[in-house]
């Protein structure tokens, strides 16, 4: 016991004390990781269906939570019954106490729809043409089968939709802009007129004959259908083009689960999103992101650089230094939404509106720059990702060895000339380290973003086939802003909590990554040199 | 690079200058990019409070008359007067005439006019013992605008009645049916009663008090009180339907009445000049007549009061002068001197004003952003249907009659709130996980903590957010006891721990425990974890009557918010402990060696040596670390977007959210208009923000400079 005073007096109890917050913290950012690593990757694993006997009748569906029996309640089950179309909800609560038998029937289905959230419940046959091709259990391999073509069909529908009639309407924006141009300037005539004029009837004919191929492959797209059936008897007959997946959960085995869950992964990285932005994947709000971070890079480089290149270069130690250093320090300090909002009234309304009104006066009041853009949310994050550039960049730039430049010097090199050949090269990967550092901070910002272009969904993307290919001008989807809106703003959040999930998981991941190889960057440049930041 | 030296040096030269201008230009840029911001900003907040301007336009030809109103323009007038009835002007040149319709217009002359502010109605009473009532309304035509009067009426009343206040109400019900809320004066009383076409008006007679010469009266916007200013300066409020009057002392003879937009404030003007605002309240049953503003005075007496029709602005004008005040800020916008006779009114958009005589003046007013003021954002505010003054945020109403409600209190005590939960949890768990990172862990040890902390600093607030919004407050709303008791748990183990660990051989000690402290712990962190989840029920059972929710609202009244203090203290904490964490680290490990051996030489324990000779040592460099923390909370946006309910409420208990400045700019600035008054409260909010992060970030540098200098002189 004495040694254990004297153990107190000494104060190791301290030491062990904060030991325990060190251990805190370290447990919360891996337990955080870890917790969203499980939660986000179990989402698409296919979970069986469950068959569920209670007094009034039957259910299908998967089981998503279970509590024990507490004050609000008794023991129950959650269990995502699907169906939205025909129950009115996603889940129901069932009282375990009210559970008579429970079994798992090998027909069951998870079927994924277009629309209208999934569908669990058993194929009863597949017609073509409203003649039926297959009954019961025959049915199901034959739809497999024929599902990728009645996909084909959609796609193909939907890249016409895109593309061409997207193109058509395109070049008719552009006459009418073309025609009030004229008019500004004051060169309407009755010629020019007529010419837009027959233009225009040009593109509404071959508007029509689109529409003529569109409604035959929709046609033909609904030739094909599937009568199902739930649980409880109802039944439905839905194109077998609507499908996205049909999933016999609970008698495809491991493997076929591994292939389902493969599928819908690459589905959430690859595909558009559906329901409102809860079903189905998210590349555009990846191709946003990383858009969005690669314009970022292009202007906060060379500014950091050159920032970076006066400090430790060219301005001689005094009030200048010291005023710089203050400033950029200010600058990593201020919060990020100060930047949004000098984004919003700087580049949006100031810059944006004046290269509206002098170079697109035609297409008033519509904005064209006088509204949030990728261009300007990227210029904003620039702003506010400059000092870590510049900091890693200084950090570099110390730690070329001093012989170095002064041996180029020494060979008659100019100042720039060493800078160039000698330092620049050598630090390049402490630059290096600062770009990742700015794209990983980047990418996770979302305040900003959402005064200066981030929208909820963007009906198109910022880079596509039509001229000029990148357009700047455009409202981008982010991750950061689809975890927000999808968790926070959706209608049905229960449902979308497994995309909310998903998609954190996966800004973490790039996030982390970025910065992980950074760290390691970092690690490898100051063990050369033994710098420290302080 | 050449080979020839000669032949490129010029060009080598000039590149060599040119870039040594370039790279200086670049550095200056990023002093320019942090003013500039700082500029741009103050720039749109700026004309918030820029002072109204007003310059006279020429006189005009238009007759005195008794009511007036202007269009949205301002470039039209439409008057009404005794003589002249129901006429139209163009007031501009360039203006075409306007059209009137005079069809149905009521015999001409009239006995009396009464207007009721600027809603463009009107109600009169003819010679013929009939009283009418008129709408006025603008429409466009080929011309210009075109002025058109809805007449309605006639109601019954008789000619010999001396009416002293008389408003039209549009009836609900069947047949939207008009009638008229007329109060006639008798000797010692007053009768009032409700007008309606082809049927006779039965009175109801109030009898005054003695002594008593009502001056001036109105009704009520709804009709349900009538409003009486009497000679010998008193404010007296009539409910017919209870028969109650409410009575209260204005200090002059009053000598005009009005009101304010919605009509929920009365105007009360004395023969002095004196102005003031009163609002009938109503709180639980009790009929309250409260005096909420008093205005500056005016020269002269009041003779009259038109409302702005867009917003809380008002023109009061006696013989010699008038002002334009606002009701929200009691703030006088514009004073000037004039001999305004008869009727006068502001134009919808508040950019001119107008006073029909002999002749007809008229202003060009320049107000910017009227209803701010510097008292409106910081003290205290009596708003309309409040019953006494209060801060409060409440950018936007559901119409112009609401006044917007801008108090920057609420928002700044939110910040604060949000800051100072995040402080208590973050602070104590960096700071020491900071010191024992520099003094105690091992050196490999070392070695993978700083990335781990720089990988927790590297977590984008949004996952932060959404994790503590939609996973971390449903948890805690469960477990909060649990968390509550997982301190004392927690400690009392430690404790337990300690006494075994004392017992261990050195040898062992040696080998695995120092410097490893930390990873001995975990077990620790989790098991204090199940341990009070296991005695939380029991606890909740022993002290809280089983349910805390309820305990907490019946016993305490106390509301439990699900995304509450506790929740964004964990959040933002766990947002900001890096940052504390990696700069006091630093601070720490730069204290010079040779302080700690001396420390270690005279005696003192490892402990010892870290709290009486590191910790104060290196305490500016722990201060600065707090101050770019502190930094980092204030302005953390979507952390508290996602975590709290973003109500703009005052209160410091952990169970309630906040909003913070912060996520109000998120929250409003995507609906506010480009340069409106919203958007640029917010953009001073925005510089408010800045203003805060640039003191304590400049206070944290400089300490860090002046830190680093001393360290090299030890």
Same mark, same amino acid.
């Given at each position: 016991?004495?040694?254990?005073?004297?153990? #107190?007096?000494?104060?190791?109890? #301290?030491?062990?004390?904060?030991?325990?917050?060190?251990?805190?913290?370290?447990?919360?950012?891996?337990?955080?990781?870890?917790?969203?690593?499980?939660?986000?990757?179990?989402?698409?694993?296919?979970?069986?269906?469950?068959?569920?006997?209670?007094?009034?009748?039957?259910?299908?569906?998967?089981?998503?939570?279970?509590?024990?029996?507490?004050?609000?309640?008794?023991?129950?089950?959650?269990?995502?019954?699907?169906?939205?179309?025909?129950?009115?909800?996603?889940?129901?609560?069932?009282?375990?106490?009210?559970?008579?038998?429970?079994?798992?029937?090998?027909?069951?289905?998870?079927?994924?729809?277009?629309?209208?959230?999934?569908?669990?419940?058993?194929?009863?046959?597949?017609?073509?043409?409203?003649?039926?091709?297959?009954?019961?259990?025959?049915?199901?391999?034959?739809?497999?089968?024929?599902?990728?073509?009645?996909?084909?069909?959609?796609?193909?529908?939907?890249?016409?939709?895109?593309?061409?009639?997207?193109?058509?309407?395109?070049?008719?924006?552009?006459?009418?802009?073309?025609?009030?141009?004229?008019?500004?300037?004051?060169?309407?005539?009755?010629?020019?007129?007529?010419?837009?004029?027959?233009?225009?009837?040009?593109?509404?004919?071959?508007?029509?004959?689109?529409?003529?191929?569109?409604? &035959?492959?929709?046609?033909?797209?609904?030739?094909?259908?599937?009568?199902?059936?739930?649980?409880?008897?109802?039944?439905?007959?839905?194109?077998?083009?609507?499908?996205?997946?049909?999933?016999?959960?609970?008698?495809?085995?491991?493997?076929?689960?591994?292939?389902?869950?493969?599928?819908?992964?690459?589905?959430?990285?690859?595909?558009?999103?559906?329901?409102?932005?809860?079903?189905?994947?998210?590349?555009?709000?990846?191709?946003?992101?990383?858009?969005?971070?690669?314009?970022?890079?292009?202007?906060?480089?060379?500014?950091?650089?050159?920032?970076?290149?006066?400090?430790?270069?060219?301005?001689?130690?005094?009030?200048?230094?010291?005023?710089?250093?203050?400033?950029?320090?200010?600058?990593?300090?201020?919060?990020?939404?100060?930047?949004?909002?000098?984004?919003?009234?700087?580049?949006?309304?100031?810059?944006?509106?004046?290269?509206?009104?002098?170079?697109?006066?035609?297409?008033?009041?519509?904005?064209?720059?006088?509204?949030?853009?990728?261009?300007?949310?990227?210029?904003?994050?620039?702003?506010?990702?400059?000092?870590?550039?510049?900091?890693?960049?200084?950090?570099?730039?110390?730690?070329?060895?001093?012989?170095?430049?002064?041996?180029?010097?020494?060979?008659?090199?100019?100042?720039?000339?060493?800078? #160039?050949?000698?330092?620049?090269?050598? &630090?390049?990967?402490?630059?290096?380290?600062?770009?990742?550092?700015?794209?990983?901070?980047?990418?996770?910002?979302?305040?900003?973003?959402?005064?200066?272009?981030?929208?909820?969904?963007?009906?198109?993307?910022?880079?596509?086939?039509?001229?000029?290919?990148?357009?700047?001008?455009?409202?981008?989807?982010?991750?950061?802003?689809?975890?927000?809106?999808?968790?926070?703003?959706?209608?049905?959040?229960?449902?979308?909590?497994?995309?909310?999930?998903?998609?954190?998981?996966?800004?973490?991941?790039?996030?982390?990554?970025?910065?992980?190889?950074?760290?390691?960057?970092?690690?490898?440049?100051?063990?050369?040199?033994?710098?420290?930041?302080? | 690079?050449?080979?020839?030296?000669?032949?490129?040096?010029?060009?080598?030269?000039?590149?060599?200058?040119?870039?040594?201008?370039?790279?200086?230009?670049?550095?200056?840029?990023?002093?320019?990019?942090?003013?500039?911001?700082?500029?741009?900003?103050?720039?749109?907040?700026?004309?918030?409070?820029?002072?109204?301007?007003?310059?006279?336009?020429?006189?005009?030809?238009?007759?005195?008359?008794?009511?007036?109103?202007?269009?949205?323009?301002?470039?039209?007038?439409?008057?009404?007067?005794?003589?002249?009835?129901?006429?139209?002007?163009?007031?501009?040149?360039?203006?075409?005439?306007?059209?009137?319709?005079?069809?149905?217009?009521?015999?001409?002359?009239?006995?009396?006019?009464?207007?009721?502010?600027?809603?463009?109605?009107?109600?009169?009473?003819?010679?013929?013992?009939?009283?009418?009532?008129?709408?006025?309304?603008?429409?466009?035509?080929?011309?210009?605008?075109?002025?058109?009067?809805?007449?309605?009426?006639?109601?019954?009343?008789?000619?010999?009645?001396?009416?002293?206040?008389?408003?039209?109400?549009?009836?609900?019900?069947?047949?939207?049916?008009?009638?008229?809320?007329?109060?006639?004066?008798?000797?010692?009383?007053?009768?009032?009663?409700?007008?309606?076409?082809?049927?006779?008006?039965?009175?109801?007679?109030?009898?005054?008090?003695?002594?008593?010469?009502?001056?001036?009266?109105?009704?009520?916007?709804?009709?349900?009180?009538?409003?009486?200013?009497?000679?010998?300066?008193?404010?007296?409020?009539?409910?017919?339907?209870?028969?109650?009057?409410?009575?209260?002392?204005?200090?002059?003879? *009053?000598?005009?009445?009005?009101?304010?937009?919605?009509?929920?404030?009365?105007?009360?003007?004395?023969?002095?000049?004196?102005?003031?605002?009163?609002?009938?309240?109503?709180?639980?049953?009790?009929?309250?007549?409260?005096?909420?503003?008093?205005?500056?005075?005016?020269?002269?007496?009041?003779?009259?009061?038109?409302?702005?029709?867009?917003?809380?602005?008002?023109?009061?004008?006696?013989?010699?002068?008038?002002?334009?005040?606002?009701?929200?800020?009691?703030?006088?916008?514009?004073?000037?001197?004039?001999?305004?006779?008869?009727?006068?009114?502001?134009?919808?958009?508040?950019?001119?004003? =107008?006073?029909?005589?002999?002749?007809?003046?008229?202003?060009?007013?320049?107000?910017?952003?009227?209803?701010?003021?510097?008292?409106?954002?910081?003290?205290? =505010?009596?708003?309309?249907?409040?019953?006494?003054?209060?801060?409060?945020?409440?950018?936007?109403?559901?119409?112009?009659?609401?006044?917007?409600?801008?108090?920057?209190?609420?928002?700044?005590?939110?910040?604060?709130?949000?800051?100072?939960?995040?402080?208590?949890?973050?602070?104590?768990?960096?700071?020491?996980?900071?010191?024992?990172?520099?003094?105690?862990?091992?050196?490999?040890?070392?070695?993978?903590?700083?990335?781990?902390?720089?990988?927790?600093?590297?977590?984008?607030?949004?996952?932060?957010?959404?994790?503590?919004?939609?996973?971390?407050?449903?948890?805690?709303?469960?477990?909060?006891?649990?968390?509550?008791?997982?301190?004392?748990?927690?400690?009392?183990?430690?404790?337990?721990?300690?006494?075994?660990?004392?017992?261990?051989?050195?040898?062992?000690?040696?080998?695995?425990?120092?410097?490893?402290?930390?990873?001995?712990?975990?077990?620790?962190?989790?098991?204090?974890?199940?341990?009070?989840?296991?005695?939380?029920?029991?606890?909740?059972?022993?002290?809280?009557?089983?349910?805390?929710?309820?305990?907490?609202?019946?016993?305490?009244?106390?509301?439990?918010?699900?995304?509450?203090?506790? *929740?964004?203290?964990?959040?933002?904490?766990?947002?900001?402990?890096?940052?504390?964490?990696?700069?006091?680290?630093?601070?720490?490990?730069? *204290?010079?060696?040779?302080?700690?051996?001396?420390?270690?030489?005279?005696?003192?324990?490892?402990?010892?040596?870290?709290?009486?000779?590191?910790?104060?040592?290196?305490?500016?460099?722990?201060?600065?670390?707090?101050?770019?923390?502190?930094?980092?909370?204030?302005?953390?946006?979507?952390?508290?977007?996602?975590?709290?309910?973003?109500?703009?409420?005052?209160?410091?208990?952990?169970?309630?959210?906040?909003?913070?400045?912060?996520?109000?700019?998120?929250?409003?600035?995507?609906?506010?208009?480009?340069?409106?008054?919203?958007?640029?409260?917010?953009?001073?909010?925005?510089?408010?923000?800045?203003?805060?992060?640039?003191?304590?970030?400049?206070?944290?540098?400089?300490?860090?400079?002046?830190?680093?200098?001393?360290?090299?002189?030890?």
């Amino acid at each position: 016991m004495n040694s254990f005073f004297e153990w #107190w007096r000494r104060g190791s109890v #301290w030491v062990w004390l904060s030991g325990a917050t060190l251990a805190l913290s370290l447990l919360m950012v891996a337990g955080l990781i870890l917790f969203l690593a499980i939660k986000g990757m179990g989402f698409f694993w296919p979970g069986d269906i469950h068959q569920i006997q209670l007094a009034d009748g039957t259910i299908w569906g998967q089981v998503t939570n279970h509590e024990e029996e507490s004050r609000y309640h008794p023991a129950r089950t959650q269990v995502k019954i699907a169906n939205r179309d025909v129950y009115g909800q996603d889940f129901r609560w069932v009282d375990d106490a009210e559970i008579l038998n429970r079994s798992f029937p090998g027909d069951a289905l998870y079927i994924e729809k277009l629309d209208g959230g999934p569908f669990i419940g058993r194929l009863v046959q597949i017609e073509e043409h409203g003649q039926v091709l297959a009954v019961g259990d025959k049915a199901l391999p034959i739809a497999q089968k024929r599902l990728s073509g009645a996909k084909a069909y959609q796609a193909q529908i939907k890249s016409i939709e895109q593309s061409e009639a997207g193109a058509l309407s395109n070049r008719l924006e552009k006459l009418r802009l073309d025609g009030r141009k004229l008019e500004l300037q004051g060169k309407r005539n009755p010629r020019a007129a007529q010419e837009i004029e027959d233009k225009k009837q040009d593109i509404h004919k071959q508007f029509e004959q689109l529409q003529a191929r569109l409604e &035959a492959l929709r046609n033909q797209s609904r030739a094909l259908t599937v009568t199902l059936e739930t649980a409880d008897g109802n039944s439905r007959i839905m194109p077998l083009a609507n499908i996205v997946r049909i999933v016999p959960a609970n008698s495809i085995g491991l493997f076929g689960k591994a292939g389902v869950y493969l599928s819908r992964l690459w589905e959430f990285v690859s595909a558009d999103p559906r329901e409102a932005n809860t079903e189905g994947g998210i590349f555009p709000a990846i191709f946003g992101t990383v858009m969005m971070v690669l314009i970022m890079s292009i202007v906060v480089v060379p500014l950091g650089v050159l920032a970076a290149l006066f400090l430790r270069e060219y301005a001689r130690d005094g009030w200048v230094v010291r005023t710089v250093r203050i400033s950029v320090n200010n600058l990593a300090g201020v919060p990020s939404i100060v930047f949004g909002v000098f984004g919003l009234g700087f580049f949006v309304v100031t810059v944006g509106g004046g290269i509206d009104n002098f170079f697109f006066p035609e297409r008033f009041p519509a904005p064209t720059f006088k509204t949030g853009g990728i261009l300007w949310a990227s210029l904003t994050l620039a702003l506010l990702t400059l000092p870590v550039v510049i900091v890693a960049t200084e950090e570099a730039l110390a730690a070329v060895p001093r012989s170095q430049r002064e041996g180029s010097l020494a060979l008659g090199a100019t100042k720039w000339q060493t800078l #160039w050949n000698v330092v620049i090269p050598g &630090a390049s990967q402490g630059i290096l380290t600062g770009l990742i550092l700015a794209m990983a901070r980047g990418a996770g910002e979302v305040a900003p973003l959402m005064l200066t272009g981030v929208v909820k969904l963007a009906p198109s993307l910022p880079l596509d086939g039509s001229f000029p290919f990148i357009h700047l001008e455009r409202k981008f989807m982010h991750l950061g802003f689809h975890i927000y809106d999808v968790g926070f703003q959706s209608p049905n959040s229960e449902a979308a909590k497994p995309m909310v999930f998903m998609t954190a998981l996966l800004l973490l991941l790039i996030v982390l990554v970025l910065n992980i190889f950074a760290l390691r960057l970092r690690r490898k440049l100051r063990r050369r040199t033994g710098g420290s930041s302080f | 690079m050449g080979n020839d030296p000669h032949r490129g040096s010029a060009r080598v030269k000039r590149l060599d200058r040119f870039m040594a201008w370039l790279i200086s230009a670049g550095g200056v840029l990023i002093i320019a990019a942090v003013l500039g911001i700082m500029i741009f900003i103050t720039k749109e907040a700026l004309p918030l409070f820029r002072n109204a301007k007003i310059k006279d336009l020429p006189t005009l030809a238009v007759p005195a008359s008794d009511a007036v109103f202007l269009d949205e323009s301002g470039k039209y007038a439409a008057t009404f007067s005794l003589g002249g009835g129901f006429r139209c002007w163009p007031l501009e040149q360039q203006a075409g005439l306007a059209d009137i319709d005079a069809s149905g217009q009521p015999p001409l002359p009239w006995k009396n006019i009464f207007t009721n502010g600027a809603n463009g109605r009107v109600a009169l009473q003819g010679f013929d013992g009939k009283a009418y009532a008129a709408e006025v309304q603008w429409r466009q035509s080929d011309q210009g605008m075109e002025a058109r009067v809805e007449w309605i009426g006639p109601f019954a009343t008789t000619a010999s009645d001396s009416i002293l206040a008389a408003r039209a109400i549009r009836g609900g019900g069947l047949g939207n049916r008009h009638y008229l809320k007329i109060a006639a004066l008798d000797i010692g009383s007053i009768r009032v009663g409700e007008a309606y076409p082809n049927s006779p008006i039965e009175w109801t007679t109030w009898q005054l008090p003695l002594n008593v010469t009502p001056t001036a009266a109105k009704w009520s916007g709804n009709g349900s009180v009538l409003f009486v200013g009497t000679n010998e300066g008193e404010l007296m409020a009539y409910l017919p339907d209870s028969g109650e009057a409410l009575r209260s002392d204005f200090g002059e003879p *009053v000598t005009a009445l009005g009101f304010a937009l919605g009509q929920n404030s009365l105007l009360v003007g004395g023969e002095k000049g004196k102005l003031a605002a009163y609002q009938f309240l109503l709180s639980e049953g009790r009929a309250e007549l409260q005096r909420f503003h008093d205005f500056k005075p005016i020269g002269g007496g009041v003779r009259g009061f038109m409302e702005s029709p867009r917003d809380k602005r008002f023109l009061a004008w006696s013989d010699s002068d008038f002002a334009v005040s606002h009701l929200t800020s009691e703030a006088r916008l514009i004073h000037a001197s004039a001999e305004i006779t008869s009727a006068a009114a502001m134009s919808p958009r508040g950019d001119s004003i =107008i006073a029909t005589g002999q002749p007809t003046l008229r202003w060009h007013v320049q107000a910017y952003h009227p209803e701010v003021s510097w008292g409106l954002f910081w003290k205290k =505010i009596h708003y309309e249907g409040y019953s006494r003054p209060e801060y409060v945020w409440q950018s936007g109403g559901a119409s112009d009659d609401i006044e917007p409600k801008l108090s920057f209190v609420p928002l700044l005590a939110g910040t604060i709130k949000g800051t100072l939960y995040a402080m208590i949890f973050a602070l104590p768990i960096a700071i020491l996980a900071a010191l024992y990172t520099s003094q105690f862990a091992s050196p490999k040890f070392r070695e993978t903590i700083k990335p781990t902390v720089e990988i927790m600093a590297a977590l984008p607030s949004v996952v932060l957010g959404f994790l503590a919004g939609l996973v971390l407050a449903p948890l805690l709303e469960q477990w909060i006891i649990a968390l509550i008791a997982v301190v004392p748990v927690a400690v009392a183990i430690l404790l337990l721990l300690m006494l075994a660990w004392s017992k261990v051989p050195k040898s062992f000690k040696d080998k695995y425990g120092n410097g490893r402290e930390a990873l001995w712990l975990v077990p620790v962190v989790f098991l204090s974890l199940a341990v009070s989840a296991w005695i939380a029920p029991w606890i909740e059972n022993a002290f809280f009557s089983g349910d805390y929710r309820n305990w907490l609202y019946q016993g305490q009244g106390i509301m439990y918010n699900q995304r509450n203090s506790i *929740v964004v203290g964990f959040a933002m904490g766990f947002a900001v402990i890096p940052i504390i964490f990696s700069i006091s680290e630093d601070a720490f490990t730069a *204290v010079p060696k040779s302080l700690a051996s001396a420390s270690m030489a005279c005696g003192a324990s490892p402990w010892q040596t870290a709290w009486r000779v590191i910790l104060p040592t290196a305490s500016p460099g722990v201060f600065s670390a707090v101050m770019v923390g502190l930094g980092r909370a204030i302005g953390e946006t979507m952390i508290v977007l996602m975590a709290t309910g973003n109500t703009p409420i005052m209160d410091w208990g952990p169970f309630s959210g906040m909003r913070t400045l912060s996520a109000n700019i998120a929250v409003e600035i995507p609906e506010a208009p480009h340069q409106g008054t919203l958007y640029r409260v917010l953009f001073f909010t925005a510089l408010l923000l800045f203003s805060l992060t640039f003191i304590l970030n400049t206070a944290a540098e400089l300490i860090r400079q002046s830190l680093r200098k001393r360290y090299e002189s030890m």
